[in-house]
């Protein structure tokens, strides 16, 4: 990164650091002149930072007059580019400043309107804290925790480029809890670290495209003739898409299968990070221009300059060549970009929706990418004949360095899962070592990654080793250099099949989900419109690229980060459930595990996703019960056409389990309900007595033979049959257990005669007889 970048990122993210500051009790003066005084007791040597913190006001520029080269007015520029894009008002009226209005949730206005849920002011810890209803004004004492937790840490950080990162985790800690804009005429739904992150962002893309025209004379060229600048492709959106991540993940063998399964998921999510990083160094700037990564998916904000086209396209394909050597045509990363203007990332004019067109164009030119994806000389790699000619890996079928009937890849894949789960620090470095665990390739050469501890990798780095750069996983390690932390979904009962399997409640069963939010792709490009709005500029008045970089990073919080505390309890203060993820990222999810807890998963998810959500997101689901031999393959392929199932549901919203074809798909509220709140219990209550188990399964077994068959025949139930099954249970009317069966034959005659309540008794009995056939295998 070049020098002046540098500080201008360091300036732009710490350019309203005097707002916490104020809102602590700080002394007199505005935001700006209260940020330069906190930063200047820490950095009093860092005057273009402290340009940029004291100055980035067009008030205090005209007044200070800064020469016309001075970063201020970079900075200035790309922060109002950044809050044009996310204070907007929320009437017609000014507003006054209210000091500790707290920050809403960024859902508020996503897919409708869902006010009234505010954020709670907590560091972010990495703990579930759900949108608080409640919550109506902070304090001072809050604010202040966070000024002295960030004087002590940012007094320490030095201002190089291998401290960025690290600086952005700090923020993020102590910043994205509190609203970047206090006033009550303005939505406070974009936090002040997504502010900051944002205008970090833009100002790098700035000082970038001005340094390739040569281009000195900033005030002229951002503040005099700002109209003019706005209307510049100085931008480019970029963006980019694995291919293939279905079929690399399910190309597994049923031996260790679930542990090859979840190491492959974090190969691609790890390879996906990397790329993005080696890019972003490639083309000056940092991971504050990083929009959204997760799902096999990325959206950068980059410079429109020759050298960073020359340098995406020059790394995209030396990324693809190593892919097709090492994994032939089974994967394969597009990339595309477009380049846009200040006033499309504010979405300027609204009513002509250029925001949701540069998306469009992006997404176009991806799309071009992935139907042309070689050239003749790619063609002829992936095509040229095998070296050895001798046996295939039994995984992948690749047939060169084989060592018991694997490839090196595949073995790695077994090996590696343990080490995900164990170690919480990624080492990159472009020095090979012997105790490496891969490689991947670099814009040149290869760099070599290593699953560490925290205590090996300051030995490492203090050893004076070519680091390229460290991953911790979901935690902050205060003082490691290079240190970026990565949100990863690793919750993990068991490794083991026949383990999960063991812990099922009722029949060894294994559950096989997967679930995906409904309509991200709209909601992620339009979610933000106002349905209702008078005139098409009211109707966009909220999409905006603060919104969707603040709306993509609670999704990833949520999926890679607070899923590991839903699913072990620690959320809602419940038992730990007998699950495994596979993968959780992006919008979707893929777990396996004892039956009835993969189940519960389910629920656990999508209940807590509609809470953070605040309602403005749905997500369905599939869930497949298989034995624990059972190839994953086959079960991901089952619990992949249940999810589809429920998603053709017309709300969608909805739980497809066992099998497509018989029809157990349903809303959410009506699984709940019907299901296991009304049906099940009744089942269980009548049922649950040792002297009638066994007659009771088979009755269970003849009743469930007479409503399978009234849903096939349209309806018609052999009425006589079904009563005689039911006569025959009945008690002597002097009997203690006369009363409920009563009630159990009643609910039964009730629930038979009609379609909807019949289907959600058939699922209940299914459940039931699951439930109920202790420890049996078949």
């Not at 595949?410 to 090979?432: A, G, H, M, P, W």
């Not at 050469?445 to 090996?456: A, P």
């Not at 997101?617 to 392929?637: K, M, N, Q, Y």
């Not at 379609?755 to 202790?774: C, D, H, N, P």
Request: charged content about 25%.
């Amino acid at each position: 990164m070049r020098e002046e970048t540098l500080q201008v990122c360091f300036g732009c993210l710490l350019h309203d650091i005097g707002k916490p500051v104020y809102r602590a009790g700080g002394d007199s003066g505005n935001h700006s002149r209260q940020g330069r005084a906190f930063l200047g007791q820490l950095w009093p040597e860092e005057k273009a930072i402290l340009d940029c913190v004291g100055l980035h006001h067009a008030a205090e520029l005209r007044e200070a007059r800064p020469p016309a080269d001075s970063l201020a007015w970079i900075a200035c520029a790309a922060d109002n580019l950044s809050a044009a894009a996310d204070r907007r008002k929320i009437d017609e009226g000014e507003g006054s400043f209210r000091r500790y209005l707290p920050l809403s949730s960024v859902f508020t206005h996503m897919n409708g309107e869902h006010p009234g849920f505010s954020v709670s002011p907590y560091p972010q810890d990495g703990k579930l804290r759900q949108p608080d209803p409640a919550l109506k004004e902070l304090n001072a004492q809050q604010y202040q925790a966070a000024v002295e937790a960030l004087r002590l840490r940012l007094g320490a950080l030095p201002r190089s480029e291998e401290w960025l990162d690290s600086l952005l985790c700090l923020l993020e800690s102590y910043t994205s809890m509190f609203p970047s804009s206090t006033s009550a005429g303005e939505s406070p739904d974009i936090s002040l670290f997504d502010h900051l992150k944002t205008t970090a962002a833009i100002g790098c893309c700035i000082s970038e495209y001005l340094a390739a025209e040569g281009e000195r004379d900033f005030k002229r060229r951002l503040f005099t003739e700002e109209k003019a600048f706005r209307e510049e492709k100085a931008f480019l959106l970029y963006a980019a898409d694995f291919s293939g991540i279905q079929r690399f993940l399910y190309l597994v063998a049923s031996d260790k299968a679930l542990r090859s399964l979840r190491s492959r998921s974090f190969f691609l999510e790890l390879a996906m990070e990397h790329y993005i990083d080696e890019l972003l160094q490639s083309c000056g700037v940092s991971r504050a221009n990083l929009l959204y990564s997760g799902g096999g998916h990325c959206y950068l904000l980059l410079p429109n300059t020759a050298q960073v086209q020359q340098a995406a396209e020059s790394w995209n394909r030396r990324f693809n060549d190593w892919l097709g050597a090492e994994f032939g045509a089974a994967l394969f990363l597009a990339h595309g970009w477009t380049p846009c203007s200040g006033n499309e990332l504010t979405n300027t004019p609204a009513e002509n929706t250029p925001y949701k067109a540069m998306f469009r164009r992006v997404s176009a030119a991806v799309s071009r990418h992935k139907l042309h994806r070689y050239d003749a000389d790619q063609l002829r790699m992936l095509n040229r004949p095998s070296q050895t000619g001798g046996r295939e890996c039994k995984v992948c079928g690749r047939s060169d360095r084989l060592i018991d009937d694997r490839c090196p890849w595949c073995r790695l894949f077994v090996n590696l899962s343990e080490k995900i789960q164990t170690k919480d620090i990624y080492f990159v470095s472009r020095e090979e070592t012997q105790a490496h665990d891969f490689a991947l390739p670099a814009a040149e050469g290869l760099v070599y990654f290593s699953l560490i501890d925290e205590k090996t990798a300051r030995a490492r780095l203090e050893g004076g080793e070519a680091v390229a750069r460290i991953y911790s996983k979901n935690k902050v390690y205060t003082g490691l250099r290079y240190s970026t932390r990565l949100y990863v979904g690793d919750y993990a009962y068991s490794n083991r099949m026949d383990e999960l399997a063991g812990s099922a409640g009722g029949i060894r069963r294994i559950g096989v989900c997967r679930m995906d939010v409904d309509d991200l792709g709209q909601s992620f490009v339009a979610g933000f419109e106002q349905a209702g709005a008078a005139d098409a500029s009211q109707r966009q008045h909220f999409v905006t690229l603060s919104r969707t970089a603040a709306f993509s990073r609670q999704l990833s919080l949520f999926f890679k980060c607070y899923i590991n505390e839903i699913l072990s309890g620690r959320y809602g203060n419940k038992p730990p459930l007998a699950v495994t993820l596979v993968y959780s990222g992006g919008d979707d999810v893929f777990l396996v595990g004892a039956w009835n807890d993969a189940l519960e998963a389910a629920l656990r998810i999508r209940d807590a996703l509609r809470i953070f959500s605040c309602g403005s997101l749905t997500i369905s689901g599939g869930l497949c019960i298989v034995a624990d031999h059972f190839p994953i393959r086959l079960a991901a392929e089952r619990a992949g056409a249940l999810e589809a199932r429920a998603k053709e549901e017309p709300d969608k919203d909805s739980i497809a389990i066992f099998d497509p074809q018989q029809e157990h798909t349903y809303s959410w509220a009506a699984f709940r309900q019907k299901v296991l709140d009304e049906k099940l219990p009744l089942l269980r209550r009548f049922f649950h007595r040792d002297t009638q188990l066994a007659r009771g399964k088979a009755f269970l077994y003849r009743l469930l033979e007479l409503l399978r068959s009234a849903q096939e025949a349209d309806g018609r139930l052999q009425l006589a049959r079904y009563a005689y099954l039911l006569a025959r249970l009945e008690p002597a009317p002097s009997a203690p257990e006369h009363a409920a069966y009563r009630q159990f034959a009643d609910a039964m005659y009730r629930w038979a005669l009609d379609r909807e309540e019949r289907q959600a008794l058939i699922t209940a009995i299914y459940i039931y007889v699951y439930e109920s056939r202790k420890g049996e295998t078949q």
